[in-house]
């Protein structure tokens, strides 16, 4: 009879197989075959079917097939921060952080859905194993949405900056643009992460326990999350490593259940990080053994875990520490979203089974990653109008240790472009015949040494010798520095000094670099420092040698490209800061505390390098007015600010109109001031342009301690209208009543 069932099993999944969808109703008379059922009932009649065993298998990442079913192997763990990655070529943008910096979301939807586009183009494509194997799959780990609270943290390229609004309608746009907008199926599903309270050391987080206030919590560390659920509808949440108050935050049922299901609306499947429930035994040491753990995890919400520490479950339910219930929920769960992925339906059916292979890698799509690029780079310092470069320069010194890496590209969680143009080969393009570029290093890598395959680094004293003899024979000296994602990421193994496990102990540049640009600046010649890396850097020092300072982050495949085009004029850079840049690592609070005192533009209070949402432009604006509909609101109305901002200049420009609310009393808990809208607009030279904003009264809330809920207090509020956190230009207050 085995033999039998098992024979029929092949012989049904074989068309499977070759097309990468299931057969339909009619041909297999299952109920939850039939597309025309409703969802819940087709999902039941297939969870009813399965065994015990393959139910519990089902909870794992890599998810085995069930033949007699012609259910497929499938495999939860795919990536997309900013591109498919780990999966081969694809087009890829730059990294989550510089998305940030574009104040975009649009263009950031846009980005997203191309990137869908391309996973559905790979798990379709004749011959793929169509979500077997891990990271082909249309079930992504993406977007990181954590609050970078510290600069210091490797990983805080992978987010969208320091501040809870940007990051919420940045990070609704992408699961909007990757999720799709078809009311039956979804294009791929998303998953926001690191739920919750997450952002280093990256040397401990398998047994750190973040500590913060209620008020932190609720009005830093959750907003973005929240927006993700409730506006988003975000399909799949992750649970971070950490434990957050003593309570592992994958088997936290305050996180987990009372908040994000009860309080949010969650309908979707929450998973684990990879290893996060071996975690509890064996870093957190807070369960004697893996079946324990697993029954944490279970109860307290967690429905797939990344890894296989659900295989535990079998004896838990022998033991009576889970019941068929328990088990039913989070298995329910998971088929919804493969339903709606349209994996058991006919092709036909599934709008996004349409798309061909050739979609993925396409010149439109590299034309986007181009433009995300552009819009990312933000110029932090012009002086003299070093920048652009002059139209009668004969020649260029490029030098710097990334100017032809790729990896400065690509940050990390990425996939592998097909042509990347490298900072150098950008400015070599636009350069042309008539610009002689000379290239010279300059100074190792400070990962030089460990470089995977390189050859013996060159001295420095030579490499010194050659970038200045390059930089005086040219013109103009543009210095490619900063740091890579070789030595900030996650659980990096790094050892060299100013990084620590992928973190970085201070924010100097490294000393090379710093001494090497000195002597640049020492020839006479104008130096334009280009930056690359993921975060802040304390460039006070170097910034004032230099004429002209781009931050480039890690700006994707077409960065090389996106850089020389704002190098040279061709785009107007309007990139906004999404983070701090600090004066010295010396300003910041210890890197584990976890509250949010001195941290962030909210709460600190001295001076800064460069303030949140700072950037400049080849163009000058003035902000002429800022009306509102009205001078009274309550807690449930919108307010509307008109802003009037005319471009002042001979050229072209975009400025990003930023609306903050100022807290009312310095000397509290409030934050300084928070952000509570914004607009990236064009205005064409010498007109002027009146954009209306929508600000929520409720962006005026704040936790409250005492009551345990948010609320909006009454009185006057000062709504900030300026081109920055520290640039404000126009004031309006209101008054918010019962």
Same mark, same amino acid.
């Given at each position: ?78 990536? /997309? ?17 510089? $998305? ?96 919750? !309270? ?39 949440? $992750? ?77 838990? /339910? ?58 990312? $780079? ?26 032809? $890496? ?69 013109? !103009? ?43 640049? &600046? ?27 300072? !781009? ?12 850089? &020389? ?174």
């Amino acid at each position: 009879m085995k033999v039998v069932s098992f024979l029929q099993g092949i012989l049904f999944l074989a068309p499977t197989l070759l097309t990468g969808f299931p057969l339909s109703a009619q041909d297999h008379g299952f109920p939850f075959r039939d597309p025309s059922l409703p969802l819940d009932q087709r999902v039941d009649d297939l969870v009813g079917r399965l065994t015990l065993e393959e139910k519990i298998f089902q909870m794992q990442n890599a998810s085995p097939a069930i033949p007699r079913l012609g259910i497929p192997a499938y495999n939860w763990w795919s990536e /997309c921060l900013h591109g498919v990655g780990r999966n081969g070529i694809a087009t890829v943008f730059p990294q989550a952080i510089g $998305m940030a910096a574009t104040w975009n979301p649009d263009l950031i939807r846009q980005e997203a859905s191309v990137i869908a586009t391309e996973a559905r183009a790979k798990y379709q494509a004749p011959g793929d194993t169509a979500g077997h194997r891990v990271y082909q799959g249309l079930t992504f780990y993406s977007p990181n949405i954590n609050i970078f609270r510290d600069p210091r943290w490797g990983r805080g390229q992978e987010t969208y900056g320091e501040d809870p609004f940007l990051t919420g309608r940045i990070g609704v746009a992408f699961v909007q643009g990757l999720q799709g907008n078809d009311p039956k199926y979804l294009k791929v599903v998303a998953t926001a992460k690191h739920y919750a !309270v997450h952002s280093g050391p990256e040397s401990s987080r398998h047994s750190f326990d973040a500590w913060c206030s209620n008020r932190d919590l609720f009005d830093t560390y959750l907003p973005a999350f929240e927006a993700l659920v409730r506006e988003g509808k975000v399909v799949s949440v $992750m649970g971070a490593y950490n434990l957050y108050r003593g309570i592992p935050c994958c088997a936290n049922s305050y996180l987990l259940e009372e908040i994000l299901r009860k309080r949010w609306g969650f309908k979707g499947y929450v998973t684990t990080d990879c290893g996060a429930l071996w975690d509890i035994w064996h870093g957190h040491k807070l369960q004697p053994d893996g079946i324990r753990s697993a029954v944490l995890g279970l109860k307290a919400g967690s429905d797939l875990v990344c890894g296989n520490d659900y295989d535990y479950l079998a004896d838990a /339910c022998k033991a009576g520490f889970v019941s068929k219930g328990d088990i039913d929920r989070s298995v329910t769960r998971l088929f919804e979203a493969r339903f709606r992925l349209g994996m058991f339906d006919p092709p036909g059916l599934v709008p996004w089974a349409g798309i061909p292979p050739d979609s993925n890698n396409t010149a439109a799509n590299r034309r986007l990653a181009l433009q995300v690029a552009r819009e990312s $780079m933000v110029l932090l310092k012009n002086d003299g109008h070093a920048l652009p470069l002059s139209q009668n320069l004969t020649s260029i010194a490029v030098v710097g240790p990334y100017a032809d $890496m790729v990896s400065v590209l690509l940050g990390n969680y990425n996939g592998d472009p097909e042509n990347p143009v490298t900072l150098l080969q950008g400015i070599r393009n636009r350069a042309g015949t008539q610009v002689q570029v000379r290239f010279a290093p300059g100074v190792q890598a400070p990962e030089a040494s460990f470089l995977e395959g390189s050859r013996r680094p060159q001295g420095n004293a030579k490499l010194r010798k050659e970038a200045l003899e390059a930089a005086r024979q040219s013109d !103009v000296i543009i210095f490619t520095g900063g740091i890579s994602p070789l030595l900030e990421g996650e659980e990096l193994q790094v050892k060299i000094p100013g990084f620590s496990g992928g973190d970085r102990t201070t924010l100097d540049l490294p000393t090379e670099q710093s001494k090497l640009l000195a002597s640049l &600046a020492a020839t006479g010649k104008p130096v334009i420092l280009v930056l690359t890396n993921g975060s802040a850097l304390s460039i006070g020092k170097e910034a004032k040698d230099c004429a002209a300072v !781009v931050k480039a982050w890690y700006p994707g495949e077409e960065g090389g490209n996106a850089l &020389a085009d704002i190098l040279f004029g061709d785009v107007n850079p309007a990139g906004r800061l999404p983070v701090t840049f600090y004066r010295s690592v010396l300003d910041l609070p210890p890197f584990e505390s976890y509250s949010m005192q001195g941290r962030t533009y909210r709460y600190f209070h001295g001076e800064v390098l460069y303030p949140f949402g700072y950037g400049l432009s080849y163009s000058s604006f003035e902000y002429e007015k800022a009306e509102t509909d009205r001078d009274r609101y309550s807690a449930g109305d919108t307010i509307r600010v008109s802003v009037t901002v005319k471009n002042v200049s001979n050229r072209d420009g975009e400025e990003v109109i930023q609306v903050y609310v100022k807290g009312e009393n310095a000397d509290s808990l409030e934050p300084v001031r928070t952000l509570a809208g914004f607009s990236r607009i064009a205005v064409a030279a010498g007109r002027d342009r009146t954009v209306t904003l929508a600000i929520p009264v409720q962006a005026f809330r704040l936790y409250n301690q005492e009551w345990g809920e948010y609320r909006v207090e009454p009185g006057d509020r000062t709504l900030e209208i300026g081109s920055s956190s520290a640039d404000i230009r126009l004031r309006r207050i209101i008054s918010v009543h019962r």
